[in-house]
């Protein structure tokens, strides 16, 4: 934990998503760290009426924006937007402007992030230019790389090769880089795509927004791990800017299909990729895909949990326990004492979504009927968000510095 820790020690009452999945009334006394959980305590703070204790949402696969793009997002209204939505920690892609995809680069994103953020986090490095590069990244407290789909047009070059070899995790775009150059709607119904990449990859691989059931099970096969967004799961097909994503959607029969897969993919990621509402507006083939709706999977998650779709122990698998493997974090991903006090108050309401503090005001899913809402956001034992407003002095910190935590 970050040196000494002065913070007087804190403690909550209520209903306590335990790491078996069963939910019991608790006391949870934290200070950065949680200290203890047990059935009695002195004096506590009481939760409301139908609220539920969980560990905090973390979220492998944001676009945090920043740097150049800040006009589209910046860290502070990003990590804002992912605390309203009970997200504690989330993952930065490099596709920012410039490209983090070399050793400065990394150094100067992490330094960008360095006490902006309301949560913590970790940052992605590209595919570097050279071997030498992929070295050095190594030894750099960064999650992983991402690999794109332009990446893999030299498949058999020795960066991308030792890239895979590298002990780092590997986000990987699964879509052959053909399917970025076919017409939109023949994309669509390309699933086979998707496919191709996963042949080639190995090491330790995630794949990210996975959208066919045939390479969910493809990915398990070869031992990866996968996600899904909220938006593939809950829409069949692009009307036009404001849902144009990537991956495309892919119809009605392969969405049906990821709901069955729902009990197989490892974690829920948002891809939160935000644009301007005129970058949104140009005409259909000229406007960047991309949906923004960080704040979006935990409500969302807990609703399924809370309508029986899915157990209370599949919803923090899939929004906490899971990604915290899959990004090698210990000390977060479940309630326990020793561990980081990232923590999420879901109080059960009904509701309609709507984004918060991102810059990005439009989503397709704003509107969309949710039964959990977030009533307060724990980072490091420090209230960043808590019944509908933000407060706190910026205590993310980078999850891959051990040194930081
Ligand atoms: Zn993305």
Request: charged residues 25%; glycine residues 8%.
């Amino acid at each position: 934990m970050r040196g000494l820790d002065h913070r007087e020690v804190e403690t909550i009452r209520g209903k306590v998503l335990l790491p078996s999945g069963d939910a019991e009334e608790m006391c949870i006394s934290y200070t950065s760290t949680i200290l203890k959980i047990s059935r009695t305590c002195g004096e506590a703070e009481e939760m409301p009426r139908k609220t539920l204790i969980v560990p905090g949402g973390i979220d492998i696969h944001t676009h945090v924006r920043g740097a150049q793009l800040s006009y589209k997002e910046t860290i502070e209204t990003a990590s804002a937007e992912a605390a309203y939505g009970g997200v504690t920690a989330f993952f930065d892609m490099p596709n920012t402007i410039p490209k983090i995809d070399s050793p400065s680069r990394v150094d100067d994103r992490l330094r960008e992030f360095e006490g902006r953020s309301l949560i913590d986090y970790g940052i992605y490095s590209g595919v570097p230019r050279s071997v030498e590069h992929v070295e050095a990244i190594e030894n750099k407290p960064v999650a992983g790389f991402k690999i794109y789909p332009e990446d893999l047009e030299e498949e058999n070059s020795d960066v991308i090769q030792r890239v895979y070899r590298s002990s780092k995790l590997k986000i990987l775009h699964s879509e052959s880089p053909k399917a970025l150059a076919v017409q939109r709607s023949i994309r669509v119904a390309s699933t086979w795509m998707e496919l191709a990449p996963l042949y080639m990859a190995r090491g330790r691989i995630h794949v990210t927004h996975i959208t066919s059931y045939t390479a969910i099970l493809r990915a398990l096969s070869q031992g990866f791990t996968t996600d899904v967004t909220p938006h593939h799961l809950l829409l069949d097909t692009e009307s036009g800017c404001m849902d144009k994503v990537n991956p495309p959607f892919r119809g009605p029969v392969e969405r049906s299909l990821l709901w069955k897969a729902l009990d197989k993919v490892s974690c829920v990621a948002s891809d939160h990729a935000p644009h301007t509402l005129k970058e949104k507006m140009q005409p259909y083939d000229h406007c960047p895909p991309g949906i923004a709706a960080v704040s979006f999977t935990v409500p969302f998650i807990y609703t399924l949990a809370y309508r029986g779709i899915i157990s209370f122990r599949r919803a923090l698998e899939l929004v906490s326990l899971n990604p915290a493997r899959i990004l090698g974090l210990d000390g977060v991903g479940v309630l326990k004492p020793g561990y980081r006090a990232n923590i999420t108050i879901i109080k059960f309401d009904e509701w309609r979504y709507m984004t918060r503090f991102s810059k990005t005001v439009h989503t397709p899913l704003n509107g969309f009927r949710l039964s959990a809402t977030v009533y307060r956001t724990i980072v490091g034992g420090e209230t960043v968000f808590s019944e509908g407003d933000i407060h706190g002095r910026y205590p993310g910190v980078n999850m891959l510095d051990r040194a930081s935590r």
